[in-house]
């Protein structure tokens, strides 16, 4: 049973850098894109972004300028940086498997609180 | 802003039927993208309901369905339950600046 497990700071002030980490276990972590979705607190769900295991890398336009995303296959492992973060940033990020064509999320990690605060 | 419109909330009565319409244009649904549906209770991740418009991941009950047609895509449940109570998101792709993945704004379905 994959199951993906995420961590990474939960607190940061403005103008710093978010840096979280997925790991995959129990299952392939190659033939999949692996993508960041977030959440703020009340509102819907935005996609980040998605790596591979070659380290092939698409963004979303809208967070491209700030978001970085890299990958360790030998751990089966990815990660997101995003720069310079805002009180906009503070969300539940999630981890989630993409398969097929267009993305059908079908496996999602725990979920990580980022608040952003001074 | 989502690129993909959905009702803010919805409801119905135990053993009635709902739909929730995910309503997007010519760069997403309307271009031939597939659409996917999601189930999200309160405090945990989300949950692949719908997969290519129309199909059940194995567990999902067969009050689940969805559709699509044109720029448009729809989750009908029937036989509501107490348990279908969360918030529903549609998810798609955009081709606009370049292809990515875009989700509705979500839509809160009440048991009354």
């Known amino acids: 049973q994959v199951q993906p497990q995420q961590w990474g700071a939960g607190l940061l002030k403005p103008s710093e850098t978010l840096s979280l980490t997925c790991a995959v276990y129990?299952?392939?972590?190659?033939?999949?894109?692996w993508s960041w979705i977030r959440q703020p607190p009340g509102k819907g769900l935005e996609w980040i972004g998605e790596?591979?295991?070659?380290?092939?890398?698409n963004y979303n336009p809208s967070l491209k300028s700030r978001v970085t995303m890299s990958v360790d296959s030998s751990k089966s492992q990815f990660s997101l940086k995003v720069t310079s973060v805002t009180a906009a940033d503070t969300a539940v990020y999630y981890c989630?498997?993409?398969?097929?064509?267009?993305?059908?999320?079908?496996?999602w990690g725990q979920g990580t609180t980022v608040t952003v605060s001074s | 802003q989502s690129v993909l419109t959905q009702p803010p909330s919805v409801s119905g009565a135990p053993g009635q039927r709902v739909t929730i319409s995910c309503t997007g244009s010519?760069?997403?649904?309307?271009?031939?993208?597939?659409v996917h549906w999601y189930q999200q209770l309160p405090g945990t991740a989300p949950k692949l309901l719908i997969y290519?418009?129309?199909n059940r991941p194995s567990g999902v009950p067969e009050r689940f369905s969805g559709s699509r047609s044109g720029t448009s895509a729809s989750l009908a449940i029937t036989g509501l339950q107490a348990e279908d109570e969360a918030d529903y998101y549609c998810?798609?792709?955009?081709?606009?600046?370049?292809?990515?993945?875009?989700f509705g704004g979500g839509t809160k379905l009440t048991v009354l």
């Open positions: 989630a498997r993409g398969r097929g064509r267009e993305n059908i999320f079908d496996i």
């Open positions: 129990g299952g392939s972590f190659s033939g999949y894109y």
């Open positions: 790596i591979n295991h070659s380290g092939s890398i």
């Open positions: 010519n760069s997403n649904i309307g271009t031939g993208y597939d």
């Open positions: 290519d418009n129309t």
């Open positions: 998810q798609s792709y955009d081709s606009s600046p370049s292809a990515h993945v875009v």
